[in-house]
């Protein structure tokens, strides 16, 4: 995997430094306990109790009063407007974003403009993000042409560009053929292929979740079966293929279904949701506030709930922010005709928070879905806290509380569904490779 010139550069110029009086979390080892560790060239030199208090000589020192110092965040599902649509988003722009909630790796999804289908596009957001970015940043490159859902691309070439795995976006894959052929075609390759459980027929003039919300509220609802109709029959390809398939955002029980008997059947198969769907539900629309309108859209209550205990189980492996900017001319319409979409960057990690204080799921279990469970799905070595492993880290305050004003987030869009809500959880210090890209508050906005 090609490693971008700032990164490998900082990993050679960060000061060595001590991160002393932390509370230490890895969800790989399970560590959980007071201590401190190490950074040198960029990865973690040392790590343990041993260094809750004294720092060896010569080294920088960070003093992390007592707040919690874990992996930095990996979001698996980021769109993003360059190029094609820099006034939603550039790479510069979601990366500050990104950097100020704890993710210190992107993974960008192909809708943009054009689509990234070809070798070049590849190497032009690799080359951006090394000019630009200051987080990691991963590309997935398109399945088939243009998102087009009819003409597979050359996945192989793709990969060895960079592609670390391949999805249509926002767009499923219609036809039975092309999608047998992508897994046929990937598993030669040990490809992941990520697909968008919606079907577009049944989806097509929907603009909420199907039920009682949508009747009482006029619009037009797509049903759970959509989605579940999609993820069967992939699962069934799966099972004739081999192929490695991740659904990318999960919505509803009748999928969990689905995804359990697919697992308990040892296939490739797994999937992650939005934390939209973790922590809203369609009546959070309310009087057809558009910052809420989504794709797959917020479910009831009832499946919001069972997205989380899949977390808490283990049944749903990652949670994405499903960061889609939208600017205020595509989102300021009619419900309807509103752009779907909401950011979700910059808010992912006290939003997760959520599932810990509210819904009562374990700390780690929460920061395993956002650190090495993707880390190991799409093949990165970042995600743990170990000796060796690269320094890129966050430390948490996670009894503060903040209340999100879009005005000061990092994003060039708006759109936040979280706007004016009370969060609980503030990133203090996000360190990539070494180096710190984020410091609270001397970079907040104000």
Same mark, same amino acid.
């Given at each position: 995997?090609?490693?971008?010139?700032?990164?490998?550069?900082?990993?050679?110029?960060?000061?060595?430094?001590?991160?002393?009086?932390?509370?230490?979390?890895? *969800?790989?080892?399970?560590?959980?306990?007071?201590?401190?560790?190490?950074?040198?060239?960029?990865?973690?030199?040392?790590?343990?109790?041993?260094? $809750?208090? #004294?720092?060896?000589?010569?080294? @920088?020192?960070?003093?992390?009063?007592?707040?919690?110092?874990?992996?930095?965040?990996?979001?698996?599902?980021?769109?993003?407007?360059?190029? %094609?649509?820099?006034? $939603?988003?550039?790479?510069?722009? =979601?990366?500050?974003?990104?950097? =100020?909630? %704890?993710?210190?790796?992107?993974?960008?999804?192909?809708?943009?403009?054009?689509?990234?289908?070809?070798?070049? !596009?590849?190497?032009?957001?690799?080359?951006?993000?090394?000019?630009?970015?200051?987080?990691?940043?991963?590309?997935?490159?398109?399945?088939?042409? /243009?998102?087009?859902?009819?003409?597979?691309?050359?996945?192989?070439?793709?990969?060895?560009?960079?592609?670390?795995?391949?999805?249509?976006?926002?767009?499923?894959?219609?036809?039975?053929?092309?999608? $047998?052929?992508? &897994?046929?075609?990937?598993? @030669?390759?040990?490809?992941?292929?990520?697909?968008?459980?919606?079907?577009?027929?049944?989806?097509?003039?929907?603009?909420?979740?199907?039920?009682?919300?949508?009747?009482?509220?006029?619009?037009?609802?797509?049903?759970?079966?959509?989605?579940?109709?999609?993820?069967?029959?992939?699962?069934?390809?799966?099972?004739?293929?081999?192929?490695?398939?991740?659904?990318?955002?999960?919505?509803?029980?009748?999928?969990? @279904?689905?995804?359990?008997?697919?697992?308990?059947?040892?296939?490739?198969?797994?999937?992650?949701?939005?934390? #939209?769907? !973790?922590? &809203? #539900?369609?009546?959070?629309?309310?009087?057809?506030?558009?910052?809420?309108?989504?794709?797959?859209?917020?479910?009831?209550?009832?499946?919001?709930?069972?997205?989380?205990?899949?977390?808490?189980?283990? @049944?749903?492996?990652?949670?994405?922010?499903?960061?889609?900017?939208?600017?205020?001319?595509?989102?300021?319409?009619?419900?309807?005709?509103?752009? /779907?979409?909401?950011?979700?960057?910059?808010?992912? &990690?006290?939003?997760?928070?959520?599932?810990?204080?509210?819904?009562?799921?374990?700390?780690?279990?929460? &920061?395993?879905?956002?650190?090495?469970?993707?880390?190991?799905?799409?093949?990165?070595? =970042?995600?743990? !806290?170990?000796?060796?492993?690269?320094?890129?880290?966050?430390?948490?305050?996670?009894?503060?509380?903040?209340?999100? #004003?879009?005005?000061?987030?990092?994003?060039?869009?708006?759109?936040?569904?979280?706007?004016?809500?009370?969060?609980?959880?503030?990133?203090?210090?996000?360190?990539?490779? %070494?180096?710190?890209?984020?410091?609270? *508050?001397?970079?907040?906005?104000?």
């Amino acid at each position: 995997m090609t490693k971008s010139a700032a990164t490998a550069t900082a990993e050679h110029s960060a000061t060595p430094t001590a991160y002393i009086n932390a509370h230490l979390i890895d *969800p790989e080892s399970g560590r959980d306990e007071p201590g401190g560790i190490v950074v040198r060239d960029g990865r973690i030199e040392d790590i343990g109790e041993h260094l $809750r208090r #004294n720092a060896p000589s010569g080294l @920088d020192v960070v003093d992390c009063g007592g707040n919690i110092l874990c992996p930095g965040l990996i979001d698996a599902q980021v769109f993003t407007g360059e190029p %094609g649509s820099e006034h $939603r988003e550039t790479l510069k722009t =979601a990366s500050k974003a990104a950097a =100020a909630g %704890g993710v210190t790796s992107i993974i960008v999804m192909p809708d943009t403009d054009p689509v990234i289908d070809q070798v070049s !596009l590849v190497d032009f957001i690799q080359r951006r993000a090394r000019d630009n970015a200051i987080v990691r940043v991963y590309t997935m490159a398109a399945t088939t042409r /243009d998102l087009g859902g009819e003409e597979m691309t050359e996945i192989g070439l793709l990969q060895r560009a960079g592609a670390i795995a391949f999805s249509n976006g926002k767009s499923s894959i219609a036809n039975t053929r092309v999608m $047998r052929n992508i &897994l046929n075609y990937a598993k @030669d390759h040990d490809a992941l292929i990520v697909h968008h459980t919606e079907d577009p027929y049944l989806s097509k003039t929907g603009t909420m979740n199907s039920g009682e919300v949508a009747a009482r509220l006029g619009l037009s609802g797509v049903s759970r079966i959509a989605e579940t109709i999609v993820l069967e029959r992939d699962v069934r390809l799966v099972e004739m293929t081999g192929g490695r398939y991740h659904a990318a955002t999960i919505t509803c029980k009748e999928s969990l @279904d689905v995804i359990r008997q697919a697992k308990d059947n040892n296939l490739p198969v797994t999937c992650g949701v939005s934390i #939209n769907h !973790l922590t &809203l #539900n369609e009546n959070d629309i309310g009087s057809y506030r558009t910052f809420f309108k989504v794709r797959p859209p917020l479910r009831s209550e009832e499946d919001r709930a069972a997205m989380v205990r899949a977390i808490d189980d283990g @049944d749903i492996d990652i949670i994405v922010s499903s960061h889609d900017p939208q600017d205020t001319d595509d989102k300021r319409r009619p419900f309807a005709e509103a752009a /779907d979409g909401a950011i979700g960057l910059e808010t992912l &990690l006290s939003c997760a928070l959520r599932l810990h204080y509210t819904d009562g799921v374990a700390l780690t279990t929460v &920061l395993k879905a956002l650190t090495i469970n993707p880390a190991r799905l799409f093949g990165l070595e =970042a995600g743990r !806290l170990a000796v060796g492993a690269p320094a890129d880290l966050i430390v948490f305050d996670a009894g503060e509380p903040w209340v999100v #004003n879009k005005a000061l987030l990092h994003a060039r869009s708006k759109n936040t569904p979280f706007d004016e809500a009370k969060l609980q959880g503030r990133v203090k210090r996000t360190v990539v490779a %070494g180096v710190p890209v984020y410091r609270y *508050p001397d970079d907040a906005r104000s």
